[in-house]
């Protein structure tokens, strides 16, 4: 299954004529080698797409090292990193995203389509967010468009946004949600979802007793005390 890409401006790149008018410079954050391996291969072809890989990284301080020594032009962004998450990585470059002789600007692709994630980029700085179900040409499409000074959001996540920002009385965070770390969030809503511990621990490449460890401090943190009431709190949050 795939999807296109909304935003706004209409100075977007095509796959195909991009190469020969057009260039950009990548850095791709992703923690799954794997997954960087294919979007390389998917559109670092240069001459055919216009776009040049000029670094990766699989964490957030080797994103910030990378993004600094390289200066990108658009930063292909993963929510979910060690380290701290996405987040962490904007907060960290943000002297370099406020550049404004030249600015590196960034574009989430994620595997989660949570609110919270989007949201939580979004108000980080970067200019939109896109999930991995894109295909190879709408991604290029889209990198071009953010280097260009668009945001850029999957049709459905894009309401997300604007239903965060429309209402000027909304709280800019969720004060209980911010006292968890960006891996008990990712812990958090896996178990809202009703995956095991065990399943969870293969998902996030962790051990079981650290998800426990998590599940614990989240527990603590929100008190609450069971998993039933953490599955609550997180719904009416709609964070599952």
């Known amino acids: 299954m795939t999807e296109g890409v909304t935003g706004t401006g209409g100075s977007g790149g095509t ?18 080698r794997m997954f960087r ?17 000029v670094g990766e990284a699989a964490d957030v301080d080797q994103a910030v090292s990378v993004i ?15 380290g701290g998450g996405g987040v962490e990585v904007l907060r960290r470059s943000a002297a370099l995203m406020g550049d404004a002789s030249n600015p590196v600007r960034f574009l989430a692709l994620s595997v989660s389509d949570a609110a ?4 939580g980029v979004i108000r980080g700085g970067a200019r939109g967010y896109v999930t991995k179900t894109i295909t190879g040409t709408d991604l ?30 909304a709280p800019p965070v969720d004060e209980d949600l911010d006292r968890l770390t960006q891996r008990e969030r990712e812990v ?27 599940v614990s401090a989240v ?17 009416a949050r709609r964070l599952v």
């Open 140 to 169: 290029v499409a889209a990198i071009f468009r953010v280097r260009d000074g668009d945001a850029v959001f999957s049709p459905r996540l894009a309401g997300f946004v604007l239903d965060a920002f429309a209402s000027t009385d």
């Open 188 to 214: 958090l809503r896996l178990i809202a979802r009703g995956y095991a511990y065990k399943e969870i621990a293969k998902q996030l490449f962790i051990s079981v007793k650290t998800v426990e460890s998590h």
């Open 68 to 82: 600094a020594a390289t200066r990108p032009e658009v930063v292909l962004l993963d929510v979910h990193l060690p």
């Open 37 to 53: 391996t294919g979007v390389q291969a998917e559109i670092g072809a240069t001459e055919r797409t216009g776009v040049e890989v």
């Open 116 to 119: 919270d994630d989007v949201i």
């Open 219 to 235: 527990l603590r943190k929100l008190q609450l005390s069971n998993r039933h009431e953490l599955t609550r709190w997180a719904t």
């Open 15 to 32: 796959e195909g004529t991009a190469g020969a008018e057009r260039h950009v410079r990548v850095v791709l954050v992703d923690d799954h």
